[in-house]
Structure formats: C-alpha cells, structure tokens
C-alpha cells in the first residue's frame, strides 16, 4: 500500500519539479485547457496520511484507469477513454477533465526533450502493476 502512495506522490511530484524547471518560452501549451470544477476536492490536494480507504481505492482506481487507457500516438500522450467509460468504472466526472489537462501538460514538456512520453507509460504502468494487490484491502 505504501508503494501506491509512494509511486502517486513520484508521479506528481515529477510532473510538478519538470514543470518548475521549464523555460516557458519553449514550452507551448494548448491555450484550451479544460475547466476544473470548482470547490472539488480532488485526492490529489489532500495529503496522503490523511486519505480514507475510499479514497485510497479512488486513487488505485485512477492509476489503474490512467495505465490501460493512454498511449503514445505520434510522440503524444493520448487518454483513450470517454467520460462516460470514466464514470461508468466508478472514477467521479471531475477527475476527467483534469486527467485531459495532465495531458495537455506532458505533451507540452515533452516537447522540450526533457521527458519521455513512453517513459512516463511505463512508468504508470509498471506501477499499478506493482500495486495489484491493493484491490483486494478495500
């Protein structure tokens, strides 16, 4: 269970230090970014410690959906899920739209050269591999 956590908190914590690091005049982002709905508590604004085992598997859920549903299709990261496959796996409709911008985000940086789309997947999904076991605690 540990690892989960620890591999989410990796996760966005290199999404974040790659994203301090950047030039911004050679990263280009899409000016459509979708809207994050306002006042939701999203899991990852709350720390870790304090996560309820509903929100544990909300977040073993989501790492699980990330890793079957994105792709590298022409040196993009694509997610290849609807949002209706998103909710109908038990993932809250809000989740979608910021899942779209975290796209968004790593297309951008991997423009820069200073990451890689394919070592991203793998990383995501050699992780929920490595938790499969959680899905059974909850």
Known sequence: MKSLIYTTA????LLI????????????VSDKFFP???DYEYINLIPDSLWTPEQRLLVYKLTGIIAENIANENDSLVLKLTKEE?????????????L???VIELNALEETG??????????????HRQNDSLKFIY
């Open 36 to 38: 994050l709905q306002k």
């Open 86 to 98: 998103m909710i109908a796996k038990g993932i809250p409709e809000p989740y979608y739209n910021l």
């Open 114 to 127: 200073k990451i890689s789309i394919d070592s991203i997947i793998s990383m995501v999904r050699t992780a």
């Open 100 to 102: 779209l911008n975290n």
């Open 10 to 13: 990796a996760f966005m914590f």
């Open 17 to 28: 230090v790659f994203s301090c690091q950047q030039d911004v005049s050679k990263v280009k």
